[in-house]
């Protein structure tokens, strides 16, 4: 799915990272392998199920990133596709996300609702064959519509494939992006939109991916949005802000307690881990030590 791995990479040319040197963490990863091979077990805890989204170490083979993330105790490796299964499954890991449909032509226009319900359904049955839990989706941008009219639309198109989801036990999660610095335009980039869609499916496997950098960029107010509307959320992305780099002291979010708020909602499906690393696997190993609470 192009569309969507080009449009993760397009904010780094309109941040401060490039400028700043940021961006040879996710281009220059020499000494990663060895760290691969030296890795040691981060998680200790296990009250999070903990994962990373590939996109941010496209340049460590995979194999060796399975390898690294592995012995770092993470359980999955977000937004990859069927051709990528069997390496997954050789090192114990699942697919914790499944890529489907682009990110700016969604759910939202009726004149995407064929194309993007064939490519969720593919992934859905990828996900059954592999017993994988979650495949993405998308409303895509405004491109001059209202959000009821783009909220009307993707309910129905999600109601069309709803119950199929149900059917395989795979839960297809719609994400929230911000429109204000990364996705311009991008319809679902306030909690609210994306609760009552899922609410008018009415499916528990209609859900939300929360990304919490992107809502810290939105509207803020982390913890008490998780806690208020933790029914409706099936899956977590992390990431620092300012810059969605390292989630360390650097930023203004502060992860072990978001962390604490999300186990205490009992919510037992997965948070990965999708930020721009300054420092490759160490930065990775550092995140998942901080979110071990």
């Not at 064939?118 to 049955?125: F, H, K, L, P």
């Not at 198109?157 to 996705?183: D, F, M, P, W």
């Not at 009992?266 to 190993?285: D, M, Q, R």
Request: proline share 2%; hydrophobic share 35%.
């Amino acid at each position: 799915m192009k569309t969507y791995k080009y449009s993760r990479r397009v904010f780094i040319g309109n941040t401060s990272l490039l400028a700043a040197g940021v961006i040879t963490g996710l281009i220059d990863r020499k000494g990663s392998a060895d760290m691969a091979s030296n890795m040691e077990a981060i998680v200790k805890n296990n009250r999070i199920n903990q994962a990373v989204s590939r996109w941010c170490y496209n340049s460590i083979p995979l194999d060796e990133f399975c390898a690294a993330v592995k012995k770092m105790g993470l359980k999955g490796i977000d937004l990859m596709r069927p051709g990528d299964f069997t390496t997954l499954k050789k090192h114990g890991l699942a697919c914790t996300m499944i890529e489907t449909h682009g990110l700016t032509k969604g759910l939202n226009d009726k004149n995407n609702h064929d194309q993007c319900l064939a490519q969720i359904r593919s992934a859905i049955d990828a996900a059954a064959e592999y017993n994988f839990p979650n495949v993405i989706s998308f409303p895509g941008n405004r491109d001059g519509m209202s959000d009821d009219e783009g909220a009307a639309n993707t309910v129905i198109a999600l109601k069309q494939i709803a119950g199929y989801a149900e059917e395989k036990k795979v839960t297809i999660c719609l994400e929230y992006l911000n429109s204000r610095v990364n996705h311009r335009d991008y319809m679902f980039d306030n909690i609210k939109w994306g609760v009552d869609v899922c609410r008018k499916v009415g499916s528990e496997r209609v859900k939300i991916l929360y990304d919490i950098y992107h809502a810290q960029v939105m509207e803020g107010d982390i913890i008490r949005t998780i806690q208020d509307n933790s029914l409706y959320i099936g899956h977590y992305h992390t990431g620092g802000n300012p810059g969605r780099s390292d989630i360390d002291q650097t930023q203004e979010l502060y992860y072990p307690a978001i962390m604490k708020a999300i186990v205490e909602t009992g919510f037992k499906g997965y948070i990965a881990h999708e930020f721009v690393p300054k420092n490759g696997l160490k930065s990775l190993a550092k995140a998942v030590e901080i979110c071990d609470v």
